[in-house]
């Protein structure tokens, strides 16, 4: 799943004849594109899973296979690049679906005119990325467009990996009275990048947390029962739970004062009226655990230097497919999926 | 409407004729300009709205305030969040 | 965060909920004017946590949904110019104009940029001197200030290529508007805490008084809703009818005397209409001598046609808080955030917007 966090609005109008920046955003737009456009054009069972990469058994063995699209702007963002997003950004799908990455590929379009240093630094960025993420980049290939047709670039990345045996993990595989956790504290790579663009600018320490999870993932399977994964990109961990609570068909509660948020964030979030609920993470993700593992797979997870501010967030149950909020008054209210990205509430 | 917010004064300067500072959000900084807040001064807490700070917060007002309230919940003494420091903050919202 | 966080304690809200319950013996309706007050309102779910004798309306406090309709169909055309850069606040891209918004005009080709602070508008306009940029200043009181100061900076540093397309509105005149209009059921007030930092609360004393309202000037914190509710049911069950200050931490009776003085140097009252509900006398601000070479409406004459709404929008009726979001025939079917019919429902401080993301059925229809 593609993985920048756009300021740009949402969408307004009735829906027409063209597709809308919303399309992309993660949320209600995109769903119905995949859902009304995609899936009964192409659909097979594992596509329309949903899952953020297609587990396929070939020959007895289950690979995982992912493709991501990455056209993040500014290229370059406190923290990381488009280089290493696009690699993790892949390994992490993968991840979620409990594999082992082992390999990538990549697809550069280059715009015409974009400076060769720019692109260098992005390609050393890569090649450090899956370093860290023990993945070998075996193929790619490269395009050049004209001017203005590419934004700098886009890079597109696909990757495989192996399920091991006696791992399933799934969207599908929630079930009430699991625990929902989140491996890190929420909203902190979509301010980030908001952060180097025009208009909204703040002086330091918003970090994007673009970061390979896999030894993360690894070691909280490992402590216990952990039935979903999903990493926490476009649209947030509310939209992702969304996302999990349909596929499930489960009804799940969060409470909002459980769920970390780094202060440099909040602040941020606070002044341009954001919820960090909605906004995009790349080195969190949501997992759905057996209440009875919730302990010890938490205690699994802060052990990683990843996840050193999991947190549980809330709990899954029985009912319609709505995500709630219990807020810091006591009030519960339904979370629901956006249409689009957040605009700053500004005025 | 009018979405202000609260930060700290953390440094005063000058920029194309205008009086303007730094403020801080509970860990994130950004700029404001402090024409309409001539008294403030450094750690002095304004209400920030489209990078304009338009109150100094009264920190006397809002302690009196808040000690009545805290009788209206039954509370005695509690526990107010500080500046920002320290891993307190960072887990908890 | 400091002066945010203690003011979301729940055992003080619980505490200030029980006070309300038990100082109400009958039922009242209150109105927050304020866009900002009405989303805490609603996402909190405050409404709700109330006693039932207490019905909250939602007035017209949210200057994206009162903008007039040829203001943005204007705010477009300036923007589709080659030679115009319009900058916005963020919240204004998605309101709907007569054939569509700021966000798709961009998307065709305009050049609009979203800022966060109108002094980021004059940078656009110095780092590009060759072409025109026009700021949307749009808002209440609060942001008036900083509107004046943009421009008077560009005015002073001589950045001639920095225009205002003035969509200022007051308060006061709204509420004496929503006072005096037919079936009116409005018996007290929250004022508008950030409005109210800059002005102070005398314009208010005399609403009062001559409409016999209780008015507290209430902050956007859930504690400062809870006690500023708290204030205005009191005075309604003594038949008290005063202005209070509940947001003592930020105003005062006076307001904030520098920033009145740059809004007064650079702006003058005029007639306004507002979005829903039509022109209120001496409601709106527009630039004054020497600052009108800078008004976008003199240097871009508006040649459009007639600004048409959609037919089933009951908008209006909403700002004025004579309708619920929910009872709007079109609410959640026909218009949501996705594709909405009227401003309330764009604005995230819009009530209809606020109703939709909080989960609320249309009335009587299982959500």
Redesign the interface.
């Known amino acids: 799943m593609s993985a920048e966090f756009r ?9 027409g004849a063209n597709v ?3 399309h992309g955003s993660g949320g ?2 995109t769903a119905q594109l995949i859902r009304e456009l995609f899936v009964p054009v192409l659909g097979n069972g594992e596509l329309a899973r949903l899952g953020d990469a297609a587990v396929v058994d070939v020959g007895g063995v289950r690979i995982a296979f992912t493709t991501d699209a990455f056209v993040v702007t500014p290229k370059f963002f406190p923290g990381s690049d488009i280089g290493a997003l696009s690699v993790n950004g892949t390994v992490n799908d993968l991840a979620m679906m409990g594999a082992k990455p082992l390999f990538v590929s990549a697809a550069l379009i280059l715009e015409e005119g974009l400076p060769l240093e720019d692109l260098g630094s992005i390609v050393a960025s890569m090649a450090d990325a899956c370093r860290r993420a023990s993945v070998k980049l075996v193929t790619g290939d490269t395009k050049v467009v004209e001017r203005r047709s590419a934004d700098g670039l886009f890079v597109i990345t696909s990757g495989i990996g192996v399920v091991p045996d006696g791992v399933d993990v799934g969207p599908e595989l929630a079930r009430p009275g699991d625990a929902v956790l989140v491996s890190g ?1 929420v909203g902190s790579h979509g301010v980030a990048v908001m952060s180097r663009r ?9 970090v994007s947390d673009t970061a390979p999870l896999t030894g993360l993932v690894e070691a909280m399977i490992a402590a216990g029962d952990v039935r979903v994964l999903r990493d926490a990109t476009r649209g947030g961990m509310a939209s992702v739970l969304n996302e999990l609570a349909e596929a499930s068909g489960v009804s799940i509660t969060v409470v ?2 459980d ?10 979030c ?4 954001l919820d960090p609920l909605y906004v995009a993470n790349e080195g969190v993700c949501v997992a759905i655990v057996s209440g009875d593992d919730a302990a010890a797979v938490l205690a699994a997870a802060r052990a990683h230097p990843l996840g050193s ?1 999991a ?1 549980i967030v809330g709990t899954v149950e029985e009912g319609a497919p709505v995500v709630r909020l219990r ?8 979370l ?1 999926l ?3 990205d ?6 | 409407m009018c979405l202000g917010v609260p930060g700290k004064v953390i440094e005063v300067f000058e920029e194309h004729g205008l009086r303007m500072g730094t403020v801080d959000f509970g860990g994130i900084r950004r700029k404001a300009c402090l024409e309409y807040a001539p008294e403030v001064g450094l750690d002095s807490y304004v209400v920030i709205h489209v990078g304009f700070a338009i109150s100094v917060v009264d920190e006397e007002e809002a302690a009196r305030q808040y000690a009545l309230l805290a009788e209206m919940g039954n509370l005695e003494g509690i526990d107010l969040p500080q500046d920002p420091e320290g891993v307190r903050d960072e887990v908890r919202r | 965060m400091r002066f945010v966080d203690e003011y979301r304690d729940e055992r003080i809200a619980r505490g200030l909920l029980d006070e309300i319950a038990r100082t109400v013996t009958r039922p009242w309706t209150i109105m927050e004017v304020c866009g900002g007050q009405t989303h805490t309102l609603i996402r909190q779910g405050i409404d709700q946590l109330l006693p039932p004798e207490i019905e909250l309306v939602h007035g017209p406090g949210c200057p994206v949904c009162v903008t007039p309709l040829a203001l943005i169909d204007e705010a477009i055309e300036i923007a589709r110019r080659p030679g115009s850069i319009l900058c916005s606040f963020g919240d204004m891209l998605r309101v709907p104009g007569s054939e569509e918004d700021l966000f798709i005009s961009r998307a065709a080709g305009a050049d609009v940029r979203v800022v966060y602070s109108p002094l980021d508008a004059v940078e656009v306009a110095r780092r590009n001197p060759d072409r025109t940029v026009v700021f949307f200043a749009v808002g209440f009181e609060t942001t008036a200030p900083a509107n004046a100061t943009a421009v008077k900076q560009a005015h002073d540093l001589g950045i001639e290529n920095f225009a205002l397309l003035v969509a200022h509105v007051l308060v006061p005149p709204a509420m004496t508007a929503i006072l005096v209009s037919p079936g009116n059921r409005v018996q007290g007030f929250l004022a508008p805490g950030h409005v109210c930092t800059v002005m102070g609360w005398t314009e208010y004393e005399p609403i009062a008084r001559d409409f016999r309202v209780p008015i507290v000037v209430t902050g956007f914190e859930p504690l400062d809703l809870l006690e500023g509710i708290r204030m205005v049911v009191g005075q309604l069950e003594e038949g008290r009818a005063e202005v209070e200050n509940q947001y003592v931490r930020s105003v005062r009776r006076e307001g904030n005397l520098e920033a009145q003085a740059v809004v007064a140097e650079v702006f003058e009252v005029c007639d306004r209409a507002w979005r829903g509900i039509g022109v209120i006398p001496n409601s709106g601000l527009r630039l004054r001598e020497p600052y009108r070479e800078h008004d976008a409406e003199l240097i871009f004459p508006h040649e459009g046609g007639l600004a048409s709404e959609s037919e089933e929008c009951i908008a209006g009726m909403v700002l004025r808080g004579r309708a619920k979001p929910d009872q709007c025939v079109a609410y959640g079917e026909l218009c949501t955030p996705e594709h909405p019919l009227g401003a309330p429902m764009v604005s995230s401080e819009g009530a209809c917007a606020a109703y939709f993301l909080a989960g609320r059925a249309r009335a009587g229809v299982p959500r």
Do not use: D
């Open positions: 300021m740009e609005c949402p969408v307004p109008l009735p829906p809308l920046l919303g209600k737009l504290p025009a208009g909204i600018e703040f002086e330091a320490e918003l909002e004062a769920v970390p948020v780094l202060p440099p964030v909040r602040g941020a606070e002044m341009l009226g501010r947190a807020t810091s008054l006591g009030a519960t209210r339904p629901l956006l249409a689009g957040q605009l700053p509430r500004i005025c």
